[in-house]
């Protein structure tokens, strides 16, 4: 029986449908009529304190769940401020469902009060967008977006909602199916590349398993494990694919990259095999392109068939869902599994070298008894936390120290900005964490810079109570950037110094939330215990060495193989 | 190298955008685009002529097919296919000219579609390269204005088209929460 209702009802009918619990937003003139239907429904409103945040916020709430996150914002200043967020998502391959509101349809074009052209803008910020010009093509519209969003290679999809169009009224009637011709999703993987792909598994002498965040979207971790485990294979993860083998396994190598370990960027160089799933051979993984893994053929398995000789032409492509993928792979592998003993003597020699690469270079924190070394926090963390906390960063130094130290056990507990690397990510994507997981640890570890993006928030944060600890890597600088002019401009620092940063004991007791500066090493561990242990949010401004750098590192523009292991040392003169 | 794209999309707002968006991203620049419905008036044919790097135009094409509007996008670059074009010129015809033009008219087998005391305006279709010759002869007559169609292409081989069906949305399916569906309307 059709119901009559108002655009704005219907909207928040299909996303309940679509089981969505928990919405990220701000309200403004245009999008009055759904904030209308939300004062008496049940779904919940998240009033985050600006709409960037919200996205994030989104976007952390579908990291850690797998779920679409929503996010909700305004016309004009309220969409373009989402575009960071859409643009993360983007890159990250994150599902995120946006809903902007638009002026009237009549006024659209005319330079209205807060009209921007969302549709035009976030065209290129979206895996697609929608502008609605009638009540009627609504519920069809939102059941799309959140089916393009979550299928696929995953992604933000924006639906702009003009004014009108939420105030129309019109007959309801749940919609059953949609269609999308032009929309093409491989899921499942050739046979035959996959049987060639057993075969080039097995004819290896050194394969090597790269692997990451594909792996994480597609849920394929245990059959990921599974694979290094029959093939006896190595395995580096990148930033987004940490946590999808645990750090403890003893086929993980580490990180590779610009600041992978020495063995894993050595492991990658000197490969005749890799078996690349769910990754985008991004430049900060690869380095110089024209000399990465040079003696490798690469198999290459992603879902989207863009990603597939995008940067790397892979020898064997397969285009699918990467858990699918690799279960017709193990089943193949496991078939021929007589072929594992072919090349054993081989294997073995790689992985004596790879063992020798990492005691030769291993990743090791630095200490130190008069301050607070970043990596030491980094390990303190991770003991404290037991792999148990979903951690989130913001995107700089403190984000690749935590890659290297905190030894991620599942996926979807290291949630930070890879692809797009936008500052300001790690404590609103907290937020939509701890609302997703509202019975899990969520630790957010900021840099002093991505935190002042993120104060506004904290009001968030004391208003729900969310139980999140803020960890501030604190060491005054802009330190990746600080790193850079350092390394590669002289050490001409310009614009890094974060002078000016507020007392955070105070900030914390405006905001009602208990907070504390720690400055010595000493004092680490108790400080980092008792923020663990108090029931609602807690601040932690940690004083870490203000000149440390981010080692291993590979320069921009080199080879994997080129990489600076540590920081100049004096030359010792024998007396 | 120039790459000539065949595209079957969907007519909706935006479409055109989101394909030569694909295109600005990497600060291509279009020579010529052309659009028009197809027997379906739900689906637009489009053919693109794009300078594109021929190292990337695997991936131009892969990136159309992305796209949630596009049905189709192929590459005629090197497939056998017609390439045919239109252009409208308008030619200064003193009388002492005017035999003469309508002469090298013939041989492109262009047609009069206006004339005049100043002059004609001639149609001619064909073969771009053909008509770049039939241009250059009409220079010769003095002043020109020439308006060009972009080329309209199309493959000699029938292509299977593959489309994804419907399918079913979680309307139908029970929330996770069930106290969120059947709130009464204030």
């Known amino acids: ?575 | 190298m120039l790459q000539v794209i065949s595209l079957l999309v969907e007519n909706k707002p935006g479409a055109l955008m989101r394909i030569t968006g694909v295109l600005s991203a990497r600060g291509y620049n279009i020579e010529s685009l052309t659009v028009a419905r197809t027997l379906d008036p739900t689906l637009s044919r489009m053919t693109i002529v794009v300078d594109v790097d021929p190292a990337l135009r695997r991936q131009v094409i892969k990136q159309m097919n992305r796209l949630i509007n596009v049905l189709q996008a192929s590459d005629l670059t090197e497939e056998r296919a017609v390439a045919r074009e239109m252009v409208l010129l308008r030619v200064r015809a003193p009388l002492e000219s005017r035999t003469a033009i309508l002469k090298e008219a013939e041989i492109f087998s262009a047609r009069v579609v206006d004339s005049s005391v100043e002059g004609f305006v001639l149609e001619a279709s064909g073969d771009p390269e053909k008509l770049d010759e039939f241009i250059d002869v009409m220079r010769a007559y003095g002043e020109i204005e020439v308006t060009r169609s972009g080329i309209v292409a199309v493959s000699l081989e029938s292509r299977r088209l593959r489309l994804s069906p419907p399918v079913p949305t979680r309307a139908g399916s029970e929330p996770a929460d069930s106290r969120l569906l059947d709130v009464p309307s204030s």
């Not at chain 1, 990603?307 to 699918?324: F, H, S, T, Y």
């Not at chain 1, 002078?499 to 680490?524: C, H, M, S, T, W």
């Open chain 1, 1 to 575: 029986m059709p119901n009559l209702m108002s655009g704005a009802r219907m909207l928040v009918e299909c996303l309940v449908r679509e089981g969505v619990e928990c919405i990220f937003g701000y309200p403004g003139g245009v999008t009055l009529p759904v904030y209308d239907v939300f004062y008496d429904h049940p779904i919940r409103h998240v009033l985050v304190r600006h709409e960037e945040n919200a996205a994030f916020a989104a976007s952390g709430y579908a990291r850690a769940t797998g779920r679409v996150g929503v996010c909700c914002a305004t016309s004009g200043p309220g969409s373009t401020n989402l575009v960071t967020g859409l643009v993360d998502a983007l890159m990250d391959s994150v599902p995120i469902v946006a809903l902007t509101g638009q002026v009237s349809t009549k006024a659209i074009g005319s330079d209205a009060f807060q009209e921007a052209d969302t549709f035009g803008i976030t065209r290129s910020c979206t895996k697609h967008n929608y502008l609605v010009k009638n009540v009627k093509d609504l519920p069809a519209i939102v059941h799309e977006a959140f089916y393009i969003a979550s299928t696929g290679r995953p992604g933000p999809v924006l639906i702009d909602l003009p004014k009108d169009v939420l105030q129309a009224q019109g007959h309801y009637s749940p919609v059953s199916s949609i269609h999308l011709p032009g929309y093409k999703v491989v899921t499942e993987g050739h046979t035959g590349q996959i049987r060639r792909a057993a075969q080039m598994i097995w004819d290896s002498e050194r394969p090597l398993v790269y692997a990451g965040g594909g792996i994480v979207s597609s849920g394929a971790h245990e059959e990921l494990r599974e694979l290094v485990e029959l093939v006896d294979a190595p395995a580096v993860l990148t930033l987004m694919g940490l946590g999808s083998l645990p750090a403890d396994h003893p086929n993980f190598i580490s990180m590779p990259g610009m600041h992978g370990s020495y063995a894993a960027n050595m492991s990658m160089t000197h490969a005749d095999l890799l078996i690349a799933l769910g990754v985008r051979f991004d430049d900060r993984v690869t380095g110089r392109l024209s000399a990465f893994a040079p003696h490798a053929k690469v198999i290459h398995v992603d879902i989207d068939p863009v990603e597939i000789g995008k940067n790397r032409a892979a020898d064997l492509p397969i285009v699918g869902d990467a858990k699918r993928v690799l279960r017709k792979l193990l089943k193949m592998l496991h078939e021929t599994v007589s072929e594992r003993e072919r090349k054993a003597a081989a294997r073995q020699a790689w992985w004596r070298q790879i063992r020798a690469w990492q005691q030769e270079h291993p990743l090791v924190p630095a200490f130190s008894d008069r301050e607070i070394k970043p990596q030491h926090l980094m390990v303190e963390i991770d003991r404290l936390t037991k792999g148990e906390a979903i951690i989130t960063a913001d995107v700089g130094q403190h984000q690749m120290w935590a890659a290297q130290f905190i030894r991620f056990r599942r996926p979807r507990h290291w949630l930070c900005s890879g692809g797009l690397g936008a500052m300001g990510f790690g404590i609103p994507a907290a937020i939509g964490a701890q609302f997703a997981c509202p019975d899990k640890l969520v630790v957010a570890i900021v840099g002093d810079g991505g935190f002042q993006m993120s104060i506004p928030e904290l009001a968030t944060i004391a208003s729900n109570r969310l139980p999140i600890k803020i960890v501030i890597c604190n060491n005054g600088y802009l330190g990746m950037v600080r790193q850079w002019q350092e390394l590669f401009y002289n050490n001409r620092l310009c614009a890094v110094a974060m002078e000016g940063f507020p007392n955070v004991e105070k900030l914390g007791a405006a905001y009602g939330i208990p907070a504390r500066i720690v400055e010595r090493p000493d004092q680490l561990t108790g400080a980092l215990e008792t923020a663990l242990a108090e029931p609602g949010p807690y601040l932690l401004d940690v004083r870490v060495s203000p000149e440390e750098n981010v080692y291993p590192m590979v320069p921009a523009g080199a080879a994997l193989n080129e990489m600076v292991l540590g920081p100049p040392q004096p030359v010792s003169v024998p007396k």
